[in-house]
């Protein structure tokens, strides 16, 4: 319970503060509070910030900003390489964050804001300078069709954030409800690089690119349901087999990393939608069959 303190010795400390240049309100505003004597102390809140994860976070807004940069000056190439660093340092601050137990509410929000630029805004654009310009070649209508593809892609990537960040500490950890924008961005620009890998351009894929950008944006604001890979489904372990599996996923990535790396996305892009499927097809096979009439 707060209540203004009129005493006298409030009175003299406010006399003191204005002889010593105090400029704020006419008079002094001196409060007690009365607290239950067996409460704990409230902590004091700390007005710094912490260096290390939020470095990270800054370099991948960098990464992603750099995205931008390369793409205008039509080196898409690097763009691409610069979102999947973002990736990484997406990635490691928040591990890092947990691991040396530096976890802050403003971490967190800093974090979505650096993901919305480097897996939002920076795709969308790398998508429009690189293919989704050109269908302004067949009139105004396919120009406006074309941006307006690559602001779905980055909108539905700003609800999904949203949508995660109202849903922390109540939903299951080991999946992901929606596409995660960084892996909805990976699935933009492993294209760009499988499509770069092959000789073509931009303007080769042209039709295929907005739907590709569409239907990536619907996924993430869907409800399907993908493994966080945080935790595994039936425990901390996972079975012995998945080792050599990630062996050869290694192997393949250093023989022709973009390629492998579209297939893994869209593997994994499709795997939300079957997933659920597959679960609701479960549930009605072990649901009871109403007793006959």
Same mark, same amino acid.
């Given at each position: ?53 939020? #470095? ?35 990635? #490691? ?201």
């Amino acid at each position: 319970m707060l209540r203004r303190d009129t005493s006298p010795f409030a009175a003299k400390i406010g006399m003191k503060m204005r002889s010593l240049g105090y400029t704020g309100h006419s008079e002094l505003e001196v409060w007690r509070m009365d607290i239950d004597p067996e409460a704990p102390p409230r902590p004091r809140p700390r007005r710094g910030v912490y260096l290390l994860p939020n #470095l990270l976070t800054t370099g991948a807004m960098f990464a992603g900003f750099y995205a931008i940069v390369a793409a205008i000056n039509a080196d898409y190439s690097s763009a691409v390489i610069a979102i999947f660093v973002a990736g990484l340092f997406d990635g #490691l601050d928040g591990r890092v964050a947990r691991m040396t137990n530096t976890q802050s509410e403003f971490g967190v929000q800093y974090d979505s804001l650096s993901d919305l630029v480097s897996f939002g805004v920076a795709p969308a654009l790398v998508l429009y300078v690189w293919s989704l310009k050109s269908l302004s070649g067949y009139g105004p209508a396919w120009g406006k069709f074309g941006w307006a593809a690559a602001f779905i892609f980055a909108a539905c990537g700003a609800l999904r954030l949203a949508r995660f960040n109202t849903q922390v500490g109540t939903a299951d950890k080991r999946y992901f409800i929606g596409l995660a924008i960084p892996a909805a961005a990976a699935l933009m620009m492993s294209f760009v690089w499988t499509v770069l890998d092959t000789g073509h351009t931009g303007q080769d894929v042209q039709f295929i690119t907005p739907v590709i950008a569409v239907v990536a944006g619907l996924l993430m604001v869907s409800r399907f349901r993908y493994f966080s890979f945080k935790a595994w489904p039936r425990g901390d372990k996972v079975p012995f087999f998945w080792v050599p599996v990630a062996l050869l996923i290694l192997v393949a990535l250093a023989m022709n990393p973009p390629r492998v790396l579209f297939a893994i996305v869209f593997t994994y892009a499709l795997s939300g939608p079957a997933l659920t499927i597959w679960s609701r097809l479960r549930r009605r096979r072990e649901a009871p069959e109403p007793p006959a009439p």
